[in-house]
């Protein structure tokens, strides 16, 4: 994995930790698609984990026919001045599901009982479909940028 530009402050592992949406792109023959994501960073092995069912996600079609992927991780907040982004371009491959993975992922945005989950996330972990996978993204370079500002004064 290289590391391109890193101006972002805090350790990228760091800021990957945070329970931010990530965005995959995929291409398509009719052109770019992006997807809102929920991931999981994996700072031993530098892989990023995306929760995907082949069922309801169309990116796990692209990523079998291309498999060149971009993921995307911002943190705004305007009013602050904000602006932190981790961008990764890389390759993915669909792995079997993995709930243990899967419940650190869930847990990453959810909080760490899962008796506190939606049934929903409980019962995909627990029982998965078939069309439960994984989608394992290989960074081949990062850039890490802290674009904040000085907001304009509000009256």
Do not use: C
């Not at 931010?20 to 698609?33: E, V």
């Not at 992922?105 to 069309?131: C, I, M, N």
Request: glycine residues 6%.
């Amino acid at each position: 994995m290289e590391i391109v530009e890193d101006t972002l402050g805090v350790p990228i592992a760091t800021f990957l930790a945070r329970p931010l949406f990530a965005h995959i792109a995929t291409a398509s023959p009719d052109g770019p698609r992006d997807s809102p994501v929920w991931f999981l960073y994996d700072e031993e092995t530098e892989t990023v984990w995306i929760d995907a069912d082949r069922a309801s996600n169309s990116f796990t079609d692209r990523i079998e026919e291309d498999e060149r992927v971009a993921v995307s991780v911002v943190d705004s907040e305007p009013a602050r001045g904000l602006i932190q982004h981790v961008g990764v371009r890389g390759t993915a491959t669909l792995e079997p599901f993995d709930a243990e993975r899967a419940g650190r992922l869930y847990a990453k945005y959810l909080g760490a009982g899962r008796e506190t989950w939606d049934d929903r996330f409980h019962t995909y972990v627990e029982q998965p479909p078939d069309s439960a996978t994984l989608v394992r993204v290989e960074p081949e370079t990062v850039v890490a940028r802290d674009q904040s500002y000085r907001p304009a004064p509000t009256y």
